[in-house]
């Protein structure tokens, strides 16, 4: 069952301009999963970016955040989720926080969200906006997210929203059996998303497609 914030009425052209991201960037560029889409439709995109820029919050593209970081286009955001295919029950573990709106989609999807950020500022902020909304099955720490959390692991799910030169090696094995990895893993300046599902001892990867993130910071990231 989808889970519901319980926060504040939102304005009717907001909600017409996320249908109409829904449709014409999710659906028919072959997003599938109708929880995924669900919660797209829920999540109020805008008022996780700066009050100047809500006129594109529904845009298809990112968005700068402050700080050196983005707001990863609303496909990009879909793709990542629908592919660790969540039900409901998982317990998940995303890497850069930012703005809070990739948090806000897994705590519609999943038991419990926890996210690292390592700018204190969008932590704090994050955690603001994920409270006044009223998702409050979302836990942000300010830390080095390349190391994971392994004090609330094995994880069905993690999601790295930053780009790393390889998949951090310390959060594989924080990963259940089963259990699936996405992240984006290349150079600063252009990357491949992949996914990766732990089966028993062993860890198997599939290529997906190009993308582009800022840099993941961090003992097993690139050096700020």
């Avoid at 252009?190 to 497609?209: A, G, M, Y």
Wanted: proline share 6%; charged share 25%; with cysteine.
């Amino acid at each position: 069952m989808l889970r519901r914030g319980k926060g504040r009425s939102l304005s009717t052209d907001y909600e017409k301009e996320r249908e109409h991201m829904v449709e014409s960037q999710l659906a028919r560029r072959g997003i599938k999963d109708k929880r995924v889409l669900e919660a797209m439709r829920q999540v109020p995109r805008h008022l996780f970016i700066p009050e100047d820029m809500r006129s594109l919050a529904y845009c298809d593209g990112p968005l700068p955040i402050g700080h050196g970081q983005t707001i990863s286009q609303p496909y990009i955001v879909a793709l990542m989720t629908e592919l660790l295919e969540l039900t409901g029950q998982e317990k998940v573990l995303e890497i850069g926080t930012g703005s809070g709106y990739q948090a806000a989609i897994l705590s519609r999807l999943a038991r419990q969200v926890y996210s690292l950020e390592r700018h204190a500022a969008l932590a704090q902020q994050a955690e603001k906006v994920l409270a006044q909304l009223g998702y409050d099955n979302v836990v942000v720490r300010v830390g080095n997210g390349t190391l994971g959390w392994p004090e609330h692991s094995p994880y069905e799910a993690i999601i790295i929203t930053a780009a790393a030169p390889e998949v951090p090696q310390p959060l594989p094995d924080q990963l259940a059996d089963g259990g699936r990895l996405v992240a984006p893993v290349g150079s600063q300046w252009s990357q491949v998303l992949v996914k990766v599902r732990r089966q028993s001892d062993l860890l198997i990867r599939e290529r997906l497609t190009a993308v582009a993130f800022v840099p993941l910071v961090g003992e097993y990231g690139w050096k700020e």
